[in-house]
């Protein structure tokens, strides 16, 4: 199937887009970063046109302002971004009457972390801080644009095969990229999502 990915420059993007190639999906590898298919996702007539030329049958949403403390400074960003960004893909999604699905990635941060068990999706929602809240929003205005063509997954703490050596190294003295599989390959649950699709 014909597989648009937003945001194909980030960790999970490029992780995805690599697991789609390798089941002889067609992926159509969009972001505002150069070396990708160009989509700024906060241009609605870029959008538009985009997802009406494609006609992709699946549009996986990876695409986020995703820097939480920068969020905190910044929340018109964010929101610009998470909210108003989702809204148009899904919008244009519902426009282009192409019957596509809409896989929108959101996180725990919707949750202020207080229920002292694993969420749901029936728990109610109560974001802390900008980030958790823009993407709550974004949730919300997916669901209510494309009713019955959209999977949200709020998920946490990904790490795909570019989880930063850096950062490893700083929390774990001596750790290196190849000893990253201590933590959980979340980019696993792409795995699940995927036998969805025909
Ligand atoms: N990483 C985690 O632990 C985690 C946990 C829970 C949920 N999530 C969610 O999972 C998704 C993917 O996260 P990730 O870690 O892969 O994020 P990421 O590495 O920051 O990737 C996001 C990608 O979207 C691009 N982007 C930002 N603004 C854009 C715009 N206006 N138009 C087009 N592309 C734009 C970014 O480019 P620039 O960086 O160049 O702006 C980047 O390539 C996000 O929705 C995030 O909220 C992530």
Known sequence: MKVLVTGAGGMLGTDLCADLTE???????TDHREG?????????????????????????HCAAWTNVDGAERDPDAAYKVNALGSWNVAAATAAAEANALMVYISTDFVFDGEKGAAYTEFDAVNPLGHYGASKEAGER?????????????RTSWL??????????????????????????????IWRKACRRFP
């Open 36 to 60: 990708f298919v160009p989509l700024d996702i906060t241009d609605l007539r870029e959008v538009r046109a985009m997802i009406r030329e494609a006609r992709p049958d699946a549009i996986i």
């Open 159 to 188: 790490c795909g095969k570019r989880f930063p050596a850096g950062i490893l190294s700083r929390v774990l003295p001596g750790c290196s990229a190849s000893t990253a599989k201590v933590f959980p390959p979340r980019y696993c």
């Open 141 to 153: 205005l997916v669901r209510e644009t494309l009713p019955g063509r959209h999977i949200i997954a």
């Open 23 to 29: 089941r002889q999906h067609e992926v159509i590898a």
